[in-house]
């Protein structure tokens, strides 16, 4: 990139208001219990807030579904609250980013409303007549795309829930709307945008069927409408007019986008400034949730390494192991292993100190883990009562489908935020929206805030370390390049001026041996000594030895040569 941009310093923080903090006692998380948590935050060292949606909505979608952009939800507060959330986080150096849903509404948004009646509305979403479905795409919470307008013959499209009919960016006028509210929200204060289901905003010829790829005889409209040619257009008006108009980041939730495609997304000329790659998170399942694959993490790491290697070249990337759509990272990845405390770290660390920007989803930072329900009826998740059905249809056995969404329902990271262990984890004084995962009593903020070595103070020394250690260039600027390993063990060096790091990351349960490439020698010391300042790392002190050094089981290790 031609130049260092403003927000590479930045450490996001990634926030479900409606399972953070409840403040008035209804069971729901809310924008004044975010605020009474800010001190909570600037002590972790994150500096930017990711809110996940809290404008005016039906919440079929918890929000997703939006039907008053320019409105605070009432069960998260007022906008004098959403200002004093602005104000009270820049006074202790955190920035708020808002989540841009703008690929579609609520079917409760006026505009929605007045296009049944009025053609001027009437062109901002996708209108159909017809006496049937006019093709066969199954949108991603399942049934069709299309949804009858009822007493007429006429479909409106939708890639997610009938509750959230798709806008139509083919409109001008809508896309002017978006652009005006974008400048709004900009000159509140709000200082960056993630931008969700970015890569559907341009819609596939609708007469076009596909191949069924299900019982349902219906085809994944995400096999045909993500990442469509011309979309580019819309994106860069996007930027131009909206995201230009003050310096903001802007995340791209981009599922599917073309590799050839991907530099247009991000870098100097990109539509967005960073953008979250999907693939080496998918990668233990096959199409649905209902289809586990096995994945190694030899395999975890060449892809991780694969997005790092093709972005460098242009932009940087948007680093994660959570968010709200994901299970949780310590149950996905350490399978067996998601209470031992030293995976955790190794796991969090592995990510952190790769090239790009590290985003944080709340409560990763205690090491939380997925929970078990016995029923659907205990799931409160779209995607999971979809393939409950699903799987009922492909003739599964329901227990077997029950265990398939105990390890991937996107309820696992909205579980409450447990801060304390009274009843209800000090989220809230009456029982939550949604259960806690069982385990709160052990695993809460307050307990680990006194622990030295708890997760959450490893996550707080990391993060200074990374924003402000002595090599905060390196992490920050420097180049990366993957390391060969024979083990379960994540690898890559990063560089930056005369700075050279190797990192080592042992995900595994086994001691290892790795070659370092070169000689290694610390600054006047042996490298066996301890106290050494040339090396980083988790566990005991590493044993390093020539061109050798050993790993302990779950261990991490970074070495300056
Ligand atoms: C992606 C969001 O992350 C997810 O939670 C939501 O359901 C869909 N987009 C639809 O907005
Ligand atoms: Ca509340």
């Not at 918890?62 to 004098?80: C, T, V």
């Not at 590799?259 to 080496?280: A, C, Q, S, T, V």
Request: aromatic share 14%; charged share 30%.
């Amino acid at each position: 990139m031609k130049n260092i941009p403003w927000w590479i310093n930045e450490v996001v923080y990634q926030i479900y208001p409606k399972s953070f903090k409840d403040s008035n006692g209804d069971g729901i998380g809310d924008l004044q219990g975010i605020i009474e948590k800010l001190d909570y935050l600037q002590e972790l060292g994150i500096t930017m807030i990711w809110l996940s949606p809290c404008f005016r909505s039906p919440m079929v979608d918890n929000g997703y579904d939006i039907s008053d952009y320019r409105a605070i939800a009432p069960e998260f507060g007022s906008m004098e609250d959403m200002d004093e959330l602005i104000r009270e986080a820049g006074e202790r150096g955190i920035k708020i980013m808002l989540d841009l849903v703008i690929n579609h509404s609520s079917d409760e948004h006026r505009w929605f409303i007045k296009a049944k009646t009025e053609p001027a509305y009437r062109e901002y979403y996708h209108f159909l007549e017809g006496d049937k479905e006019p093709n066969n795409w199954r949108s991603i919470f399942g049934g069709s795309v299309w949804e009858k307008v009822p007493g007429k013959d006429e479909y409106y499209y939708h890639t997610f829930h009938r509750k959230q009919p798709d806008l139509n960016w083919d409109s001008p006028s809508l896309r002017r709307e978006i652009i005006d509210m974008v400048r709004w929200w900009l000159d509140k204060g709000i200082a960056g945008f993630r931008v969700d289901a970015i890569t559907f905003l341009k819609k596939e010829d609708f007469s076009r069927n596909g191949i069924p790829d299900g019982v349902d005889g219906r085809v994944d409209v995400g096999s045909f409408g993500r990442d469509v040619e011309g979309i580019g257009d819309y994106l860069s008006q996007l930027r131009k007019e909206g995201f230009s108009y003050r310096p903001c980041l802007t995340v791209a939730e981009a599922y599917g986008v073309k590799e050839e495609n991907r530099k247009n997304y991000i870098g100097d000329e990109g539509y967005f400034d960073l953008m979250f790659d999907f693939e080496p998170t998918e990668l233990d399942f096959e199409d649905t949730w209902l289809h586990p694959r096995n994945w190694t993490i030899r395999e975890w790491g060449q892809q991780l390494m694969k997005v790092q290697m093709e972005t460098q070249p242009y932009g940087f990337c948007a680093n994660f192991l959570e968010n709200h759509d994901q299970p949780r990272a310590a149950s996905k990845y350490l399978r067996g292993n998601a209470h031992n405390p030293e995976a955790v770290k190794t796991l969090g660390a592995m990510y952190f100190f790769m090239r790009g920007l590290p985003f944080l989803y709340q409560g990763q930072e205690l090491g939380l883990v997925n929970f078990r329900r016995e029923k659907i009826e205990e799931f409160d998740d779209l995607s999971s009562y979809d393939l409950w059905e699903r799987g009922l249809e492909e003739g599964m056995d329901p227990d077997r489908i029950l265990a398939m969404l105990n390890l991937r329902s996107r309820d696992h990271g909205r579980t409450p935020f447990p801060w304390n262990n009274d009843r209800y984890g000090g989220f809230s004084q009456v029982r939550p929206w949604l259960a806690m995962t069982r385990e709160y009593p052990e695993a809460n903020a307050e307990a680990q805030k006194k622990d030295p070595e708890s997760i959450l103070s490893f996550y707080r020394e990391m993060i200074a370390f990374r924003q402000k250690g002595k090599w905060k260039d390196c992490f920050l600027l420097g180049s990366i390049a993957p390391l060969e390993s024979p083990n379960e063990v994540i690898a890559y060096s990063r560089e930056y001026g005369n700075i050279r790091l190797y990192c080592w990351f042992n995900l595994s349960d086994k001691p290892v041996e790795e070659t370092i490439p070169g000689d290694f020698s610390g600054e006047g010391k042996k490298e066996e000594d301890e106290g050494n300042p040339e090396i980083w790392h988790t566990g005991p002190w590493p044993r390093i030895s020539g061109e050798k050094v050993f790993l302990a089981p779950w261990q991490s290790l970074i070495l300056r040569r």
